[in-house]
């Protein structure tokens, strides 16, 4: 699937409204919802860990706190991949790293970004490194709950030495994660190190997994049964049709899918911070309802088929 400005069949924009797309879709200085984000990650973790290190928390408390403050996690790392968190490449990086940290310090942010941006180029086909989030039912979980480490794999079996170089900044952070554990149960903070971290953070990655690699890549056989959207149906020339927008219940789907409930925007402009997606929809609500939309409908798994030009539906 191709953004709308790589795209065979691109969505023309008026001039009216070029100078406030661009203005939407392209990073700030400093993303400040996205700094704001990570210090709340930052500070919720850490303050976590020391209240639970020192008894005042039980640690099992602990670890569902860690899932609530590394959840976002998704959205500053995500956008830091697409640099959207600054135009300062150095600070938006970052600010990816120091979000990675708190929940994958095992894999570099590089690794992230070569196989993201893959999924970005290849978007339902079969080099799409996001298949392996979608499967079978009995092991579906297991898939959320390791897809980062599938990212490393993925790299390293993609033969293009962009991908493999990817792993020189991952091993060496695998390497120092693997011995900073191993210290630390050493020393007899094993099962601190499960509760508060190894658990939170399978947990969260499983969760990022169902919200933002499967959902919105979801759609309905011909018998109305679930599956991944198929190759057929996601070509370049139909620009629209890779992906879902998610309607309604807003701003509450904001929240729960950090704004990639309209995913669809994210794929057509990458680089718009997340935060921007629903106003960038708004904005261009006429000429994206004259082209095909897949649109889940509330907390609906099987989107909507709408062919272009159907009539517009409530979003708000």
């Not at 939407?24 to 990650?41: E, G």
């Not at 403050?69 to 135009?87: E, G, N």
């Not at 680089?271 to 006429?286: A, D, F």
Request: proline share 6%; glycine share 6%.
């Amino acid at each position: 699937m191709s953004s709308n400005a790589s795209s065979k069949n691109p969505i023309s924009v008026s001039a009216e409204k070029k100078t406030e797309l661009y203005r939407l879709t392209n990073p700030p200085v400093i993303a400040w919802p996205t700094l704001a984000i990570l210090v709340f990650i930052v500070v919720g973790i850490v303050g976590t860990d020391t209240l639970a290190l020192q008894g005042h928390v039980p640690l099992w408390a602990a670890a569902m706190f860690n899932v609530l403050f590394m959840y976002p996690i998704f959205h500053v790392a995500h956008d830091a991949t697409h640099r959207s968190a600054s135009s300062n490449v150095q600070i938006n990086d970052w600010m990816g790293r120091i979000a990675l940290l708190m929940i994958a310090p095992q894999v570099s942010l590089s690794t992230f970004r070569y196989s993201h941006m893959i999924h970005h180029r290849f978007t339902n086909e079969a080099k799409d490194p996001d298949h392996y989030a979608h499967g079978p039912w009995w092991n579906i979980v297991f898939r959320w709950m390791t897809f980062d480490l599938s990212y490393a794999v993925y790299n390293w079996r993609s033969g293009d030495p962009r991908g493999v170089k990817t792993l020189k900044d991952t091993l060496p952070l695998a390497a120092m994660t693997v011995a900073g554990v191993a210290a630390l149960v050493y020393f007899g903070y094993g099962w601190e190190v499960v509760m508060l971290w190894l658990i939170p953070a399978r947990i969260t990655t499983a969760l990022i997994g169902f919200v933002f690699l499967w959902l919105p890549h979801l759609d309905g056989d011909e018998n109305g049964q679930l599956q991944h959207i198929t190759t057929a149906a996601s070509t370049q020339n139909n620009l629209t049709a890779g992906t879902t927008v998610r309607m309604g219940h807003e701003p509450l789907m904001d929240t729960l899918m950090q704004w990639h409930n309209y995913h669809l925007i994210h794929h057509l402009w990458p680089t718009t911070p997340s935060y921007n997606h629903r106003k960038v929809w708004q904005l261009m609500e006429p000429e994206l309802r004259a082209r095909d939309l897949r649109i889940q409908h509330g907390f609906a798994l099987i989107p909507t088929f709408h062919p272009g030009g159907s009539t517009a539906i409530r979003s708000h």
